[in-house]
DNA sequence: GTATTAACTGGCCGGCCGGTCAATAATCGC
DNA sequence: GCGATTATTGACCGGCCGGCCAGTTAATAC
């Protein structure tokens, strides 16, 4: 058999627990979720999440920290396969961010409750992605390809806050009237947006 | 003096117990807020807040509610007394709503909480008000002022939730390299939505 | 092999949680 | 005025909270 029943792993047991923690804090949110129930989702003892984390806070920053390496480095992989900077390319990214959120809803949730923490640390790894992001922008405008009086950070700011709060706010607008798909939306958007960015006459 | 020590004015004590609701729930959320904290922040006992609103979860649904209907009637006011559709309008109007956020972060919040908790209700009175929007964009539109190969609805729910997530997320964005001020932002912003939105030749 | 370390368990703790209840005091209908 | 109603209090409840601790078992170092 692939596992024997007695075998310890430290190492499966802590990602077993962050596991766990990641799913029913991202639902619930750090302070409806108890240790009892972290417990029993990891499949482990209350004392053993002390002893690896110490905390119930210090999980949460644990699971943070993961899932935002994580985000970075799926994004640090989109940004680096993309090509020369021009306004086509600029609409892939935009898609291909937003259909990464659609992909991973669990992401947008865990950006919203750090939000609303007032937790910084989600912005400072984002901040080498968003400072390549407008470096490719700024490429594009000095080659006249998009209109240069705009700041291209943002450029990328605007077109990342709309992904986000498309999908974070899904459950306020979804029944407004007129309103379409996530397809519909994104190509509306993206119609306004980069028209929007085309160089000045 | 304007009040006398023993006076008994119960609509006064249900609003005192729901403004410490509305300051404690939005800054913290409803799990983390107890009902000791309520009680002492609105200077009554706990039992009273139970037998004006029933339960912790009650109170919160007052408190939203409450903070809806204000939210509301404000942004209504609003639209009303903007005059004929065209593209300066639009762009008073995008800045009319940041300003309203800017001032309010406290309804930023509100909704980052309801959309954490899925609740469709702050949407509902916002029905209204978008409709109103977009029947507002598609007068411009048919006038041949804004383009007409996108979604009304679409319109102003991306100018909704650029604003929107710009406060929401500001810890998020705040430190991010090039990033400028709220004014700076909002300049940049209604440059490309607006000149997005201008009719195609 | 054996001592040391680390993983892991179960039971327990003080404290606070949301909520209840009986008693009291102010207000209101008449 | 006076009885019914309702606002308000403080004492109290069972239960669960996060965390601790003593003890046991597996892995590791030598």
């Known amino acids: 058999m ?3 029943t007695t075998t310890r792993d430290p190492e499966q047991t802590r990602l077993r ?11 619930h ?5 108890t240790m ?4 029993k989702s990891a499949g482990v003892t209350k004392s ?3 002893h690896h984390f110490g905390s119930k806070e210090r999980l949460w920053e644990a699971v943070k920290e993961r899932a935002f390496e994580r985000y970075f480095s799926t994004q640090m992989a989109m940004l680096e396969e993309a090509g020369e900077p021009d306004a086509a390319l600029l609409g892939a990214s935009v898609e291909a961010y937003f259909r990464f959120l659609q992909a991973n809803p669990e992401v947008v949730r865990l950006f919203a409750w750090t939000h609303l923490e007032g ?5 400072e790894l984002d901040a080498q992605l968003v400072g390549a992001g407008a470096e490719w922008v700024r490429q ?3 080659r006249g390809l998009l209109r240069d009086d705009v700041n291209p950070t943002h450029v990328i700011a605007t077109f990342v806050m709309t992904c986000t709060q498309w999908f974070e ?3 306020h607008h979804q029944h407004w009237p007129g309103m379409g798909s996530d397809d519909a939306f994104l190509e509306d958007f993206l119609r306004i947006f980069l028209e929007g960015l085309l160089p000045r006459r």
Chains 1, 2 share one sequence.
């Open 140 to 142: 594009a405008q000095q």
């Open 29 to 33: 949110g750090f302070s409806s979720v």
């Open 36 to 39: 009892s129930q972290l417990a």
């Open 169 to 171: 706010a899904k459950c």
């Open 48 to 50: 053993l999440i002390h």
């Open 17 to 27: 627990i962050m596991e766990a923690g990641a799913e029913l804090f991202v639902e």
């Open 2 to 4: 692939t596992n024997q």
């Open 119 to 123: 937790d910084t640390s989600c912005g």
